[in-house]
C-alpha cells in the first residue's frame, strides 16, 4: 500500500510561482513511476509532469518549460515547481504512482489519467488569477 499527500496548492497571480510537494509513504520496493496530473474545472484529468525509477522526466508540451519535476529520495517527496503561472493553469493537483517495474516516465505521463497509475492522492488545488 502506498500513501500519496500532496500540498502546496494556493491563489497565486498569472506570472508567479508556486511549488508542489507530494508525500510519499509506504512500500515502493525501491521502484515506483510518480506522476503529476490535474484536472480544471468541468475538463478531463491530464498527465503534466512524470519522473520514472531511473530519474528519467517526461513533461506534456502545455506544461514544458514552465514545470519541472523532481523527487527527493532521503524525504520521499515529489515536488513540481511550477513558474510562469497562466490562468489556463489553475486546476486541481493529482499526485500518482505507480509500482510497475520498469515503468518510464513517458509511460506514465500517457497513463489514463483516472486509473493507469495504481495510487492517487486526494489533490490540491491551484488557483491562477490574472
Known amino acids: 500500500q502506498v500513501n500519496l499527500v500532496e500540498s502546496g496548492g494556493g491563489s497565486v497571480q498569472a506570472g508567479g510561482s508556486l511549488t508542489l510537494s507530494c508525500a510519499v509513504s509506504?512500500?515502493?520496493?525501491?521502484?515506483?513511476?510518480l506522476a503529476w496530473f490535474r484536472q480544471p474545472s468541468e475538463k478531463e484529468r491530464e498527465g503534466i509532469a512524470a519522473?520514472?525509477?531511473?530519474?528519467?522526466?517526461a513533461y506534456a508540451d502545455s506544461v514544458k518549460g514552465r514545470f519541472t519535476i523532481s523527487q527527493d529520495n532521503a524525504k520521499n517527496t515529489l515536488y513540481l515547481q511550477m513558474n510562469s503561472l497562466k490562468p489556463e493553469d489553475t486546476a486541481i493537483y493529482y499526485c500518482?504512482?505507480?509500482?510497475?517495474?520498469?515503468?518510464?516516465?513517458?509511460?506514465?505521463?500517457?497513463?489514463?489519467?483516472?486509473?493507469?497509475?495504481?495510487?492517487w492522492g486526494k489533490g490540491t488545488l491551484v488557483t491562477i488569477s490574472s
Open positions: 500518482a504512482a505507480d509500482l510497475a517495474i520498469g515503468m518510464t516516465a513517458d509511460q506514465a505521463l500517457g497513463a489514463d489519467p483516472y486509473y493507469g497509475m495504481d495510487y
Open positions: 509506504g512500500d515502493t520496493y525501491g521502484s515506483v513511476a
Open positions: 519522473i520514472d525509477s531511473d530519474g528519467r522526466t
